[in-house]
């Protein structure tokens, strides 16, 4: 059974770090993209970030470009997204998700992360 | 970035009921174009790719159409585990987008 389970999620001041992680099982993890997906409250869902399956490549959306990382260890079969320089706009429910042809076939359960003072 | 817009924001449909569902894009995504269920407190769930592909596990009366710059997700025959939000996604561009989202709520 394929599964993906966030964690590191919580209450963060303005300004602070969070470091979500992602632990996958269950499929070939090195084999797929990844991704990171987030939902504000009440709202649609956005694309944060990507990694390729081996790493070597990254991409951000223009909101968090400069702010988070994303990152992978394949022996782990774990995904990770550093969040710096948060902000109250960054509140949401963030999932992880698996890509191996372009749309996105698994999804965690999301972690909640809330940014306020 | 393209643009996805789904229509209506809020679909009312009797249990048993057809419900037809609008995705459009700002430009062509040709058939690089997926479907997502969200019920309340859930996370996503995959239905429908490339336009038209159903899911694994995903039953029959779900489907997907078009290409281009307009999409159809029609559920046949309503049940009730059908009502959630449902998102269009193209990933043909970078960044890859969803439509907003439409709510298919009991009449």
């Known amino acids: 059974e394929v599964q993906l389970v966030e964690s590191g999620g919580g209450l963060v001041q303005p300004g602070g770090s969070l470091r979500l992680s992602c632990a996958a099982s269950?499929?070939?993890?090195?084999?797929?993209?990844m991704h990171w997906v987030r939902q504000a409250p009440g709202k649609g869902l956005v694309w944060v970030s990507h990694?390729?399956?081996?790493?070597?490549?990254?991409y951000y959306a223009d909101s968090v470009k400069g702010r988070f990382t994303i990152s992978r260890d394949n022996a782990k079969n774990t995904l990770y997204l550093q969040m710096n320089s948060l902000r109250a706009e960054d509140t949401a429910v963030y999932y992880c998700?698996?890509?191996?042809?372009?749309?996105?076939?698994?999804w965690g359960q999301g972690t909640l992360v809330s940014v306020s003072s | 970035e393209i643009v996805m817009t789904q229509s209506p924001a809020t679909l009312s449909v009797s249990p048993g009921e057809r419900a037809t569902l609008s995705c459009r894009a700002s430009?062509?995504?040709?058939?690089?174009l997926a479907w997502y269920q969200q019920k309340s407190g859930q996370a996503p769930r995959l239905l429908i790719y490339?336009?038209?592909t159903r899911a694994t596990g995903i039953p029959a009366r779900f489907s997907g159409s078009g290409s281009g710059t307009e999409f159809t997700l029609t559920i046949s025959s309503l049940q009730s585990e059908d009502f959630a939000v449902y998102y269009c996604?193209?990933?043909?561009?970078?960044?890859?987008?969803f439509g907003q989202g439409t709510k298919v709520e009991i009449k």
């Open positions: 998700t698996s890509d191996i042809s372009g749309f996105f076939d698994y």
């Open positions: 269950g499929f070939t993890f090195r084999s797929y993209w």
């Open positions: 990694i390729t399956s081996d790493g070597s490549s990254t």
């Open positions: 430009q062509s995504v040709s058939s690089n």
């Open positions: 490339d336009a038209s």
């Open positions: 996604q193209q990933f043909h561009n970078w960044p890859k987008t």
